[in-house]
């Protein structure tokens, strides 16, 4: 009587330990977001939404437009994903499609360790070679630019890229390819109309993750862009200097008196930056679950 | 007439020799029926007619697939052309997870066919040929997933004579399906014999009997015996093909 009366009880503090673990998680996750509301909803009270949403962010004059760090966030990702995404799709589908057995094991782990090298490795290669090439092929006054800046974080969220593509590539049933050489499909055709297509939801999230690893990368954007708080508004904007969102953060966080306007306003910049990342998030989840209810012979 | 004639075809995944000097001709504008126990080499033949085991690396093929006296293994062959003349439907349904018309669209559109005719009239004209037409025409941007088994089955079928095959080859086309369906799509092999010539494997003897016009029957990577489906099934030469299509062996 008394043994498994004892075991009952074993098991519900393990489960109930478990289950506080994986609660605490999440709520870790919601005191942060807390947290960053407490410390930046204030701006929204202490600023004029004119000032905030407006074009300069001069902060010794109390000046707070966003405008131009929320811009240069969003065309420096931008035209990261742009260069990444017919790079990191062509290389996938090299990987898994075309490339022999051999080289597919041996690029596979080399794709990994990339997305091991630490951002402010690739800030000091991109200040030290990317700039200067950026300058002396542009002939521009300086190399810093948010193109500089793209190419770096085009780099940086390939691994992520590619490793999604390919595992939703690797997902596309063989009885898909095989229909399609049967056909009298070439196999580049095949690959184009049947494979990359079937694994379209798949490229879009893989697309999605490497979207929201670019737009929080800060220490190797900060190192190359410049960090100019202009309005990347301009035809050549993409090859002047720009500031984003998570640059301002972390280049005056270190310097604001705690409590002030200024202060107020980094969080809320982080407000921003987290409602962005988490709409990114939220639209890749909504594809893979889309797809999974399509379902179907995957 | 004979559209294909195998000549001591040998197959080898690796080391195994999985058909041993298979010699075979099949009838233009007949049904040839592929029966035998699993494993026996019935499909691993029927890739080899139109060079779909090229895709499996580690095999070997010797011997002679000579389709309309070419033979299709000679170096130099256009195995994409070979297999546009001869068109392939599997054991499971496998539409693209596309709409109904781009299904069918596929191949003409990959082979250029649309440039010189109009591509929904080649649709029209294939699912009319697989018998779908009647269930998808009003709806041909539906999702082909979305249909009934039977039904993608027949959309495969449509799919492969949008290309305008000669030979269409069937590997177990209705093992995934009821018996309805079943019926269906062998009612719709008989109608499509009048324009293609047709090889199909089945693991079921009373397709054979109902169905073909030929049967080889496989044993063990050897064709054991070949004759017109009739005299095959009620007077076979070989003990073992009694034995097999009785049920007493395999």
């Known amino acids: 009587m008394n043994q498994p009366q004892r075991f009952r009880w074993a098991e519900f503090t393990i489960e109930a330990l478990i289950r506080v673990l994986g609660f605490s998680t999440i709520g870790f996750v919601?005191?942060?977001?807390?947290?960053?509301?407490?410390?930046?909803?204030?701006?929204?009270?202490?600023?004029p939404l004119g000032n905030l949403f407006g074009t300069r962010w001069y902060p010794t004059f109390d000046l707070f437009g966003t405008l131009p760090l929320i811009l240069g966030s969003a065309l420096v990702t931008l035209t990261a994903i742009v260069i990444a995404l017919p790079l990191g799709v062509a290389t996938a589908v090299f990987v898994r499609e075309v490339a022999p057995g051999w080289a597919r094991e041996l690029l596979k782990p080399m794709i990994?360790?990339?997305?091991?090298i630490p951002s402010v490795v690739l800030g000091f290669f991109g200040m030290t070679v990317i700039a200067p090439?950026?300058?002396?092929?542009?002939?521009?006054?300086?190399?810093?630019?948010?193109?500089?800046?793209?190419?770096?974080?085009?780099?940086?969220?390939?691994?992520?890229?590619?490793?999604?593509?390919?595992?939703?590539?690797?997902?596309?049933?063989?009885s898909y390819r095989d229909a399609g050489l049967a056909m009298g499909a070439t196999q580049w055709q095949t690959i184009w109309r049947v494979v990359v297509p079937a694994a379209r939801s798949g490229i879009v999230t893989a697309v999605?993750?490497?979207?929201?690893?670019?737009?929080?990368?800060?220490?190797?954007?900060?190192?190359?862009?410049?960090?100019?708080?202009?309005?990347?508004?301009?035809?050549?904007s993409l090859f002047r200097p720009v500031r984003t969102m998570t640059a301002t953060i972390a280049a005056e966080m270190g310097e604001v008196a705690q409590g002030s306007v200024h202060y107020h306003a980094l969080f809320a910049i982080g407000i921003i930056l987290f409602l962005m990342t988490f709409l990114i998030n939220l639209a890749a989840?909504?594809?893979?679950?889309?797809?999974?209810?399509?379902?179907?012979?995957? | 007439m004979a559209k294909i004639i195998a000549e001591r075809l040998n197959f080898y995944y690796g080391d195994f020799r999985a058909l041993a000097d298979i010699s075979m001709h099949i009838e233009e504008y007949q049904i040839t029926a592929l029966i035998g126990p699993s494993g026996c080499g019935k499909s691993t033949f029927l890739r080899c007619l139109d060079r779909m085991n090229d895709t499996?690396?580690?095999?070997?093929?010797?011997?002679?697939?000579?389709?309309?006296?070419?033979?299709?293994?000679?170096?130099?062959?256009?195995?994409?052309d070979l297999r546009r003349r001869v068109g392939m439907v599997f054991q499971r349904p496998n539409p693209f997870p596309q709409t109904v018309f781009d299904n069918v669209a596929f191949g003409p559109r990959v082979l250029g066919l649309h440039k010189k005719e109009n591509l929904a009239d080649i649709v029209e004209a294939?699912?009319?040929?697989?018998?779908?037409?009647?269930?998808?025409?009003?709806?041909?941007?539906?999702?082909?997933?979305?249909l009934s088994l039977g039904q993608?089955?027949?959309?495969?079928?449509?799919?492969?004579?949008?290309?305008?095959?000669?030979?269409?080859?069937?590997?177990?086309?209705?093992?995934?399906?009821?018996?309805?369906?079943?019926?269906e799509i062998e009612e719709l092999m008989r109608r499509l014999k009048v324009d293609y010539t047709i090889v199909i494997v089945t693991h079921n003897m009373q397709q054979a009997a109902r169905v073909s016009d030929w049967t080889g029957f496989f044993w063990l990577g050897r064709l054991v015996e070949f004759a017109a489906t009739q005299d095959m099934f009620t007077k076979p030469t070989h003990e073992l093909t009694e034995s097999y299509i009785t049920g007493r062996a395999g």
């Open chain 1, 133 to 174: 090439l950026v300058r002396q092929t542009l002939g521009a006054p300086t190399g810093l630019t948010a193109f500089t800046g793209a190419l770096i974080l085009a780099y940086m969220s390939l691994p992520t890229l590619i490793s999604v593509a390919e595992d939703a590539l690797d997902a596309v049933p063989k």
């Open chain 1, 285 to 298: 989840a909504l594809t893979i679950f889309q797809k999974r209810r399509r379902g179907g012979l995957r």
């Open chain 2, 56 to 80: 499996i690396p580690g095999t070997r093929v010797e011997g002679k697939v000579w389709l309309d006296g070419q033979d299709i293994y000679a170096p130099g062959t256009d195995v994409v």
């Open chain 2, 152 to 183: 993608q089955q027949r959309l495969c079928i449509a799919r492969a004579i949008a290309v305008r095959p000669e030979v269409i080859l069937m590997d177990e086309p209705c093992s995934a399906l009821d018996p309805i369906d079943t019926l």
């Open chain 1, 30 to 47: 919601l005191l942060i977001f807390l947290f960053l509301l407490r410390e930046g909803l204030p701006t929204f009270f202490e600023v």
């Open chain 1, 112 to 116: 990994e360790v990339l997305a091991g």
């Open chain 2, 126 to 146: 294939s699912l009319r040929g697989a018998a779908l037409w009647d269930e998808v025409k009003d709806n041909l941007k539906q999702d082909a997933l979305s």
């Open chain 1, 208 to 236: 999605m993750l490497g979207l929201g690893r670019a737009i929080g990368e800060t220490m190797a954007v900060m190192m190359v862009t410049g960090n100019a708080a202009r309005l990347p508004l301009t035809l050549d």
